[in-house]
């Protein structure tokens, strides 16, 4: 679907302002925002709009009928069309409901575990009613958590040469006492430059052993012959990449990196030394960065030493991205893409706070990162690899001319 143009009654838009009818002129713009996708939805299936006399019309409309769709802020009904050939089929319910029921179930686990605050318990009650019990959640898990699972335990058929991982740390209820848990989130740029999230993993620290568990169980789905890992410098986590990815290229987050400089810098020394980091960055080539480096190194010496020790010391770390053709580097060499679905993840599970078990984080999360990976694979490519693929068999080439 190339373009959708929305009708918006002004009615409703006045509602969107009014204190009183907010909330529910919030529902109402929903419900008609996604009633008006379907129609349009249905219009492309059809090959035509409704009364239209088009050659290209394969069926004719049939009806409507109607479905309850159960948001965060109430429940909208959908008028979904129907075709006589009965062929009419959306994705939008699967797609939308997923996390939605994800964070409901979280939701109520609260307040069936007695952990819950008013306010939850409120939303609960507006989403679901007050018949919401033990056997109403197994009843919804057994829906949404084998899709999770399927997700989380697929096959990693595609070569994924560039792979990013992070971790990211929330609250989980565990024998009654509250336990803080790490998520190693591992997403990867795959052969046709799209992006995907390759795997995900909740354990009790961020040390050698877990990264390592994570990578193993990575390998055993398929993942293999990655050329470049991004990530940043934890030690757990650096010690596990090189145990298992022995012959893989790994750059350190030039973000993360900076940080690190300038925090050992007195403040004063701070806006040019980011103007100097900046510059080694966006160098041409390693031999123009290292020329930089050192300048800034000439520079700094004296006024910030600590910070001229770990650029001098991290610098081969941060430049590792420079073997790759110029137009690959700029997106990796930082983690900032991980990051932001980092944020995209606290943004949903901000509502949970605390989470009732682990399952149910599992459950929210993944759901997360299913819905993230669609887009991913629907959208627009990350990376045009042709490039780099004609990079990469040029270079038995290059090493024979040099011998």
Same mark, same amino acid.
């Given at each position: 679907?190339?373009?959708?143009? +929305?009708?918006?009654?002004?009615?409703?838009?006045?509602?969107?302002?009014?204190?009183?009818?907010?909330d529910e002129a919030f529902s109402k713009l929903l419900e008609t925002i996604l009633n008006q996708v379907l129609l349009a939805q249905?219009?492309?299936?059809?090959?035509?709009?409704?009364?239209?006399?088009?050659?290209?019309?394969?069926?004719?409309?049939?009806?409507?009928?109607?479905?309850?769709?159960?948001?965060? +802020?109430?429940?909208?009904?959908?008028?979904?069309?129907?075709?006589?050939?009965?062929? =009419?089929?959306?994705? !939008?319910?699967?797609?939308?409901? &997923?996390?939605?029921?994800?964070?409901?179930?979280?939701?109520?686990?609260?307040?069936?575990?007695?952990?819950?605050?008013?306010? +939850?318990?409120?939303?609960?009650?507006?989403?679901?009613?007050?018949?919401?019990?033990?056997?109403?959640?197994?009843?919804?898990?057994?829906?949404?958590?084998?899709?999770?699972?399927?997700?989380?335990? &697929?096959?990693?058929?595609?070569?994924?040469?560039?792979?990013?991982?992070?971790?990211?740390?929330?609250?989980?209820?565990?024998?009654?006492?509250?336990?803080?848990?790490?998520?190693?989130?591992?997403t990867a740029v795959n052969e046709t430059g799209n992006r995907e999230v390759i795997g995900f993993q909740i354990a009790d620290t961020?040390?050698?052993?877990?990264?390592?568990?994570?990578? $193993?169980?990575?390998?055993?789905?398929?993942?293999?012959?990655?050329?470049?890992?991004?990530?940043?410098?934890?030690?757990?986590?650096?010690?596990?990449?090189?145990?298992?990815?022995?012959?893989?290229?790994?750059?350190?987050?030039?973000?993360?990196? $900076? &940080?690190?400089?300038?925090?050992?810098?007195?403040?004063?020394?701070?806006?040019?030394?980011?103007?100097?980091?900046?510059?080694?960055?966006?160098?041409?080539?390693?031999?123009?960065?290292?020329?930089? #480096?050192?300048?800034?190194?000439?520079? =700094?010496?004296?006024?910030?030493?600590?910070? !001229?020790?770990?650029?001098?010391?991290?610098?081969?770390?941060? #430049?590792?991205? !420079?073997?790759?053709?110029?137009?690959?580097?700029?997106?990796?060499?930082?983690?900032?893409?991980?990051?932001?679905?980092?944020?995209?993840?606290?943004?949903?599970?901000?509502? +949970?706070?605390?989470?009732?078990?682990?399952?149910?984080?599992? &459950?929210?999360?993944?759901?997360?990162?299913?819905?993230?990976?669609?887009?991913?694979?629907?959208?627009?490519?990350?990376?045009? #690899?042709?490039?780099?693929?004609?990079?990469?068999?040029?270079?038995?080439?290059?090493?024979?001319?040099?011998?």
């Amino acid at each position: 679907m190339a373009q959708l143009n +929305i009708t918006l009654d002004t009615e409703l838009l006045h509602g969107l302002f009014t204190k009183d009818t907010k909330d529910e002129a919030f529902s109402k713009l929903l419900e008609t925002i996604l009633n008006q996708v379907l129609l349009a939805q249905s219009s492309e299936q059809l090959g035509a709009e409704p009364y239209e006399r088009s050659d290209d019309r394969v069926a004719y409309h049939n009806g409507f009928r109607d479905r309850d769709l159960t948001t965060r +802020i109430g429940t909208i009904t959908l008028r979904v069309p129907r075709h006589r050939n009965g062929n =009419f089929s959306t994705t !939008m319910f699967q797609r939308y409901q &997923r996390s939605e029921q994800a964070l409901v179930l979280a939701m109520i686990e609260m307040v069936i575990n007695g952990v819950s605050t008013r306010k +939850i318990e409120n939303i609960t009650e507006e989403l679901c009613g007050k018949s919401f019990s033990k056997s109403t959640v197994s009843k919804l898990c057994e829906h949404l958590d084998p899709i999770v699972d399927k997700f989380k335990q &697929r096959p990693l058929e595609k070569h994924y040469p560039f792979v990013i991982v992070d971790a990211l740390y929330f609250k989980v209820r565990d024998n009654g006492r509250v336990r803080s848990k790490g998520l190693l989130i591992a997403t990867a740029v795959n052969e046709t430059g799209n992006r995907e999230v390759i795997g995900f993993q909740i354990a009790d620290t961020e040390s050698e052993s877990s990264w390592g568990e994570f990578f $193993s169980s990575l390998k055993q789905r398929g993942l293999s012959n990655v050329d470049l890992i991004v990530s940043d410098n934890h030690k757990g986590l650096v010690n596990a990449i090189k145990k298992h990815f022995q012959d893989t290229a790994w750059q350190r987050c030039q973000t993360h990196f $900076s &940080r690190n400089v300038l925090d050992k810098a007195p403040k004063s020394q701070q806006p040019l030394l980011k103007k100097h980091l900046k510059s080694i960055y966006n160098a041409i080539s390693l031999k123009e960065a290292r020329r930089l #480096m050192k300048e800034t190194l000439q520079t =700094f010496e004296d006024k910030a030493p600590k910070s !001229m020790i770990a650029l001098e010391e991290g610098f081969d770390d941060i #430049m590792a991205v !420079m073997e790759l053709p110029e137009k690959y580097r700029k997106r990796l060499r930082t983690s900032n893409s991980i990051e932001r679905l980092n944020e995209e993840i606290r943004r949903r599970d901000r509502v +949970i706070r605390i989470y009732p078990n682990e399952a149910s984080a599992i &459950r929210l999360i993944g759901a997360l990162l299913i819905e993230q990976d669609e887009k991913w694979s629907s959208g627009r490519k990350y990376l045009d #690899m042709d490039e780099y693929y004609a990079y990469i068999n040029e270079q038995p080439a290059i090493k024979e001319d040099a011998a």
